[in-house]
């Protein structure tokens, strides 16, 4: 039956991760983001942590 079958697994590019976290962070409400792009939750917070890590990973690399 239809129950029983997984859902098909989705992949996302990273400039379309790069634009939900744009929205995001632009003050967008993350339910509209999760429902216009009809994502799960978790790909938005992981876009948005990553994001965030690769600043601060970037912010702390010395300047040479």
């Known amino acids: 039956t239809n129950e029983n ?4 697994r989705r992949t996302f590019t990273p ?5 939900i976290v744009q929205l995001y962070h632009s003050g967008k409400r993350k339910c509209d983001i999760l429902r216009e792009y009809d994502i ?4 938005l ?3 948005v942590f990553t994001t965030l890590r690769l600043s601060t990973i970037l912010l702390a690399a ?3």
């Open 5 to 8: 079958r997984a859902k098909a």
């Open 15 to 19: 400039e379309l991760k790069q634009q």
């Open 40 to 43: 799960a939750s978790s790909l």
């Open 45 to 47: 917070d992981g876009a």
């Open 62 to 64: 010395p300047l040479v």
